[in-house]
T-cell receptor
């Protein structure tokens, strides 16, 4: 089984709809992240969480919200989706105790907003 | 400001040849990590190699090596003996430790095409 899973893997929705992307991990990592990837822009950080009680905005948090329901679960919500939120979304985790600070990515969720 | 720059949007290499993907970074931190990730057409992000800022030797992982030149702030990825399966998008990334956690910055990527 994958260490970091994302659901759904693909989603098409309409402008104005609320949508939630879910992420679960079995790695036991305390840090979790949401990134979006757009062509030519690389990956940009939306939100990150140190632990269940800690949520931090990334560089492009407007239009998004998150919830860290448990150490293993971190969900991303688009309250009212708009077409420019069409992107590939990645959940990621990292372990503070890992001296390299390497990030483990989920498989990605491809979101299309019509 | 912290930044990762990948100046090559696309690269071609002949199968079995070596290729270098460029990455430069900017940070005022003394401690940081540099990473390369591969993203095939299927979309997943695959960790390739890591270099710590205090590591004196260049990192190697199989056919991948990271040419780390600290004074020039460059962290180029070298892929030896390219294979068709190496065709993918490659991202350079940097991690710095800030306020109790790692923060990551990614470059815009280089698309590599390996030619038969």
């Amino acid at each position: 089984d994958a260490d970091v899973t994302q659901t759904p893997r693909n989603r098409i929705t309409k402008t104005g709809k609320r949508i939630m992307l879910e992420c679960s991990q079995t790695k036991g990592h305390d840090r979790m992240y949401w990134y979006r990837q757009d062509p030519g822009l690389g990956l940009r950080l939306i939100y990150y969480s140190f632990d269940v009680k800690d949520i931090n905005k990334g560089e492009i948090s407007d239009g998004y919200s998150v919830s860290r329901q448990a150490q293993a679960k971190f969900s991303l919500s688009l309250e009212s989706a708009i077409p420019n939120q069409t992107a590939l979304y990645f959940c990621a985790t990292s372990d503070l105790m890992d001296g390299s600070g390497s990030v483990c990515f989920g498989p990605g969720t491809r979101l299309t907003v019509l | 400001a912290q930044k990762i720059t990948q100046t090559q949007p696309g690269m071609f290499v002949q199968e079995k040849e070596a290729v270098t993907l460029d990455c430069t970074y900017d940070t005022s931190d003394q401690s940081y990590g540099l990473f390369w990730y591969k993203q095939p057409s299927s979309g997943e992000m695959i960790f390739l190699i890591y270099q710590g800022s205090y590591d004196e030797q260049n990192a190697t992982e199989g056919r991948y090596s990271l040419n780390f030149q600290k004074a020039r702030k460059s962290a180029n990825l070298v892929i030896s003996a390219s294979q068709l399966g190496d065709s993918a998008m490659y991202f350079c990334a940097m991690s710095t430790f800030y306020s109790g956690t790692y923060k990551y910055i990614f470059g815009t990527g280089t698309r590599l095409k390996v030619l038969a």
